[in-house]
């Protein structure tokens, strides 16, 4: 027994890939072997959510070009986990330099109407989640329509365990290593040469975290990325740089803390002492929101598993 579902001429290669470069990705998801003929794509058995999958995939497609696995697995884990992702996600978007981004997770869904309503917007949860890419394109938006006029970026650097000033070069390359997750996200719709005349002209700002203190940033939208590692005075002055007509966003995840002590984690302390004052939104985002890819998903999974297992192992159980 199979089934089988037609495409539109114009949406099958969207969907199916470049020489049908999607299907073994499909095959996984679906447990069956796929076949592919002319704009037909059938399975093997029984499989009541084929049709309904592959109709979602389409709808997808006619609305935001070729998919990739990210776009596929949400519409999979739409039909699979129907508690995963609100109808109204189809609603919200966020465009910036003409390419538009959508809701890929129930949290991120939250995370795009809480950056259109709230000053101070913190994002916690696990890496591949899209709290941080989401975020630097809504601020890209909010500067390329003339809403806001700078977007500051700005990092706590504790990594590398040494100072800013042990590291070689100037500002701009000592900073560009702990800032390059900021820049994939803004090179997804700016061009490098586009993002250096941002900068020049300040539209685009980037600053250690530690040389904030004293500023009031006005008109912006300011992202504190790995916000786990700001200690509590640092989080503290980020937050009251907030100036008129601004926006603070904090992303971080706070299983990868860096500090001596996980309770010197400001974005822990921010969250615990904010949560529910007006215009304060918390996004709290778990390995189910993880929309990178499948694989990165499942990682993220064993890993809390791991953790979970080795915790109830200390405590005794």
């Known amino acids: 027994m199979s089934v089988s579902y037609s495409f539109t001429p114009e949406h099958a290669q969207l969907v199916l890939g470049a020489n049908d470069s999607n299907l073994p990705y499909l095959e996984m998801l679906l447990s069956s072997d796929l076949s592919v003929r002319g704009t037909s794509i059938s399975a093997d058995g029984d499989i009541p959510m084929f049709v309904p999958f592959m109709k979602r995939l389409e709808k997808a497609a006619s609305e935001r070009g070729a998919l990739k696995e990210a776009e596929i697995f949400m519409e999979f884990q739409y039909l699979s986990e129907p508690d ?9 978007q966020i465009t910036a330099a003409g390419k538009t981004i959508y809701p890929k997770s129930k949290s991120e869904n939250r995370l795009f109407s809480a950056l259109r309503t709230s000053e101070v917007v913190f994002a916690s949860g696990p890496a591949g989640t899209g709290k941080t890419f989401v975020s630097v394109i809504w601020a890209l938006s909010e500067v390329l329509s003339g809403r806001k006029s700078k977007l500051l970026l700005t990092r706590p650097v504790v990594e590398a365990g040494e100072s800013l000033g042990f590291l070689p070069g100037d500002l701009q390359q000592k900073l560009n290593p702990y800032l390059r997750p900021l820049y994939d996200a803004m090179e997804y719709v700016l061009t490098p040469s586009q993002i250096k005349r941002l900068e020049e002209s300040g ?16 008109n912006a939208v300011m992202i504190l990325d790995e ?51 007006h215009g304060v939104s918390v996004i709290r985002f778990s390995h189910n929101d993880t929309v990178r890819s499948r694989i990165v998903r499942e990682i993220v999974m064993a890993y809390t598993d791991k953790g979970r297992r080795e915790g109830d192992e200390q405590s005794g159980f």
């Open 84 to 92: 995963a992702i609100p109808a109204e996600t189809d609603k919200l």
């Open 203 to 218: 539209s685009v700002e980037i600053a250690p975290l530690a040389y904030m203190r004293g500023r009031s940033v006005n």
């Open 227 to 277: 916000a786990q590692n700001a200690t509590k005075s640092q989080m503290r002055m980020f937050l009251t740089r907030l100036g008129e007509n601004s926006q603070a966003i904090a992303t971080g995840d706070p299983s990868q803390i860096d500090l001596p002590h996980r309770s010197d984690s400001g974005l822990i302390e921010a969250i615990e002492t904010l949560d529910g004052i």
